[in-house]
């Protein structure tokens, strides 16, 4: 089982945690340069795989990332579990689904909480690009890649606890009447 998802991280100031009693001048880059990362991360082993552009992430990028996982040769059944962006849930990814015999499972709507890739995302985003200020896009780019480069290295112990199958659910609330 593989969690999908897309990052699209901007080349913009990115603030930890600030405070101050003063007006502080922040440096930022100037433009808004995306670098976009597809992942499937393996929801037992953590192994990750990525498309990665400078562009856009499309039906496209998910039929690459389709491929990629199938070369795999995996033994057991595929099933990705996707969030419902309309460059991963129309008939040319679902169609090539089909054919490699890779299940895709998807999620409620504004469920993020339901997909595990999105914890590795946030991790990316604390390590790499919090509070850090990078002069332009090509250190940008590098900071993500070292980052999820090191997932299974230097961060493997951190994110094992952090990538666990728990997952907040919600009971059903009790309406009030007035």
Known sequence: MFFVDAAHFVLAPFLGYLWSFTRLLIRAPA????????????????????????????SQSVCELLREIYRLNLELPITLVMDNASYQKNKLVQELAEQLKIELLFLPSYS?????????????KKKALYSK??????????????????????????????????????????????
């Not at 993020?112 to 990316?124: Q, S, T």
């Not at 951190?158 to 009030?176: A, C, I, W, Y």
């Open 112 to 124: 993020p909480n339901l997909n595990l890739i999105e914890r590795l995302w946030k991790f990316v």
């Open 31 to 58: 433009g808004r340069k995306r670098f976009n990362v597809l992942g499937a991360l393996n929801a037992l082993t953590h192994e990750l795989h990525l498309i990665a552009n400078d562009t856009y992430i499309n």
């Open 133 to 178: 200020y990078y002069a332009d896009f090509g250190g940008f780019k590098q900071a993500i890649q070292e980052c999820l480069e090191q997932t299974h290295t230097t961060y493997k112990k951190e994110l094992d606890s952090l990538l666990v199958l728990k997952f907040q659910t919600f009971k059903p609330s009790q309406f009030m009447t007035f």
